[in-house]
Structures are given as C-alpha cells and as structure tokens.
C-alpha cells in the first residue's frame, strides 16, 4: 500500500528541523505601563485598607419605650425583638410602680444612630465613599463628633452619664406633667469659671430660695430664673453649715433664660417609682420619649390609638425639648421600623428639611407639653393642623 506524501505532510507544513519566527522585541514603553499599572494596582490596595480621619452616622436601631427591653425594631432584629417580647422574663422598657397604669395600642418609638469611627474604632477610604454617596449616611471629621484625646472608656462613660441624667429629667418632667409635686435637693457642687458665682457660692451649699421665693423642685428655681434679665442680679438663699445665708449673684444666659453659672447635684423625691432600662443605649437624646412613655402609661386614656410615633430630643426637669444629633440618619431609622409620625425638636428644624423619607410626617415640638398633644392629636385622626419643619 502506498501514501500519497502530501496528506502526510503537505508542503507548507514546518518540519521538526525549522527556525522557529523570531518574538518581537519588548518596548520600553511597554516595560513602563507595566510598571506604572502595577504600581497604581499596589497604591490603592494600601490606600483602601488606610484609616481615615472620618466618622461615620447612620441609621441606627429604634426602641418602642412602651414595649420591653432590648426589643429592637430594626430589620435585622425583629424575629429576635418578636421573641424577646414573647419572653417570660423580658423586662417593660419604661417601668411605673406605686401608681396605677393602663394598656396602651401603638408605638412611641426612641431613635438611634450608629457612629462608625472615632475612639477604638477606624473608617476606611471605602466605607467614607460609600457614606458620600448615601442619602442615609453621613460622613464628618472625628473630631467634630467625639473630643479630642478622648479613649472608647471615657467615650462610653460620658455617654452612659447623660443617659442616667436624661432619666432622671425625663422622670421629674412627666411627673410634673400629670400634675404631681416632684421636691428636689438642689445642693452646689462648683460655680462656672468666669460666673457671677464664681467666688460667692461654695461646694456644699443647698439652694432653698431665689429674691425671696421658696425653692422646694427643681421647677421652681428655673421658674424664677424665667423671669430674671440675663446680667441682673438675683438674692440666692443657700443653707451652708446649717444655716441660713443670702448671697448676691450676678447672672449670665444659659439655655435662653438667665444663669446662675452654678453646677448642681439634684436629689429628687419622687411620688412614684420609675424604672428605665435602656440597655445598650447611651446619650441624652432619648429624653422626649421616656416622657412621652411615662405619661402615656399613666394615663387611662389610649391616646395613640394604635398609631406608631417615632421620635428623639433631649427633656429638660421643666419639660423643654432639646435639640440633638444625627436626626437625618434618626428619620430614616424611623421609617425602616415602620413609623408613620416623626416628633422633632423645634431647634432641629433646618436639619429636618429636605431629608424627610417618603411616607413620614414630621411634628415640631419645643416642650413636652407640645409633643403630648401631638400624639393625642395623631391617635385621635386630627392631625392636620400639627405645626411642622417646612
């Protein structure tokens, strides 16, 4: 049998024995780019993995005041918020013994954010890009949210103070509300620098009058001091030593009335027992709602109605609501934990326009008096004519 060659191996097929083609030669240029990209490829791995001198808001989880603690409204927290009330040792979030107390329908829920950054903790180039471009989110320096050379101790410890005295105020606030006596202990502890007082007071001293009006609660000095011009002076009637003194006091402003630049350590009497347990929330800014809780318990009327109110300001003895922090990213939780109502400080209005979610009707309120009759106003379906931010 014979093969015809050109099937075995045609013409124009290279045999074993040939030159292979020379390779083109490498240019320079190329060599570069290489480089160039390798080195960029290098540059913005380390640079993404950098800490950056930013803190980051967003967003954090929400607390019904009038179900139990820890029951997290978030969406990640639900089921383990649903069991935690089904718990036969989960505990009320705002607690009211020595009175009596009534069912309430619907939610007064307290608002959080989350801070990223800032002491113990480091924001990376990738996480500041994407709070750039979140409308939740907001990026700013660390300095302009936690103090300089501040630990995470002494961060969590200031924190957890302010939460305890905005207890306290929200207690003495509601109390008042509903027509209760609330005596107080109004002892000095220190008198600012600079002050009218400075000099005049001394540690220790028990405030028991202002130009001759008994001070027996902590709403009556501040009632006094309404009435005084920011620079007068006032009569200071202290105990010191167990006696009786008169003390000359030039006032200064603080808060939108007139000061006396003391420091006081009040110590309250209260008619009924409160108990708040936050858990792990810290800060002043709670304070509206804790009130807003109590008083809606101790009330026989259900003046939610089933509604949910989400909300935040800090409270003052004397039922003033306060301006606070993060209130854009506190909207937005608000909405995710299915709020239709939002109880805004007064003083926080500017940051309120424009960053209110669809679906959520925003309320301003400047007292507790004001936020009450919100929510007595939103159970009762006549809310049209509630005063808002825009």
């Not at 820890?70 to 009211?96: F, I, K, M």
């Not at 929330?281 to 809780?293: K, R």
Request: proline share 6%.
């Amino acid at each position: 049998m014979t093969f015809d060659r050109d099937i075995l191996a045609p013409d124009d097929a290279p045999t074993p024995d040939a030159d292979p083609a020379p390779a083109a030669p490498v240019s320079r240029r190329s060599v570069t780019l290489g480089i160039s990209l390798l080195t960029t490829a290098l540059l913005a791995a380390v640079l993404l993995v950098l800490p950056t001198p930013y803190a980051i808001r967003a967003p954090g989880p929400t607390e019904d005041t009038l179900g139990v603690e820890g029951q997290s409204g978030t969406q990640a927290d639900g089921a383990a918020g649903a069991e935690a009330g089904q718990s036969a040792t989960a505990l009320p979030l705002v607690e009211v013994e020595g009175a009596s107390t009534f069912d309430v329908s619907g939610e007064l829920r307290l608002t959080t954010v989350s801070v990223y950054g800032g002491p113990g903790s480091d924001v990376l180039p990738g996480d500041v890009l994407w709070g750039w471009a979140s409308d939740e989110r907001s990026v700013q320096p660390v300095e302009s949210i936690f103090p300089e050379q501040t630990s995470q101790e002494e961060q969590q410890q200031v924190s957890e103070a302010q939460m305890a005295s905005s207890e306290e105020s929200a207690t003495v606030a509601a109390l008042t509300e509903l027509g209760y006596e609330v005596p107080a202990t109004l002892t000095i502890v220190g008198a600012a620098e600079g002050s009218g007082a400075e000099g005049v007071v001394e540690a220790g001293d028990v405030v028991v009058s202002l130009d001759g009006e008994p001070v027996t609660t902590h709403q009556d000095l501040l009632a006094g001091l309404d009435a005084v011009t920011p620079g007068d002076d006032v009569e200071l009637g202290v105990e010191r030593d167990g006696e009786r003194v008169d003390l000359t006091v030039t006032t200064g402003e603080g808060d939108g009335r007139a000061a006396l630049g003391v420091f006081l350590d009040p110590s309250y009497e209260f008619p009924v027992d409160v108990t708040i347990r936050p858990g792990d929330i810290g800060g002043p800014s709670a304070g509206t709602m804790f009130a807003l809780a109590i008083i809606t318990k101790m009330t026989e009327e259900d003046e939610l109605d089933g509604a949910v109110v989400a909300g935040t300001g800090t409270m003052s003895v004397d039922g003033k609501v306060g301006a606070i922090g993060g209130i854009e990213q506190k909207l937005f939780g608000a909405t995710r934990d299915g709020a239709d109502w939002f109880l805004a400080p007064e003083s926080n209005c500017d940051q309120v326009v424009g960053h209110v979610p669809e679906g959520l009707r925003v309320v301003k309120v400047a007292t507790l008096a004001d936020a009450r009759s919100a929510i007595e106003a939103i159970g009762a379906g006549d809310a049209a004519g509630l005063p808002t931010c825009s």
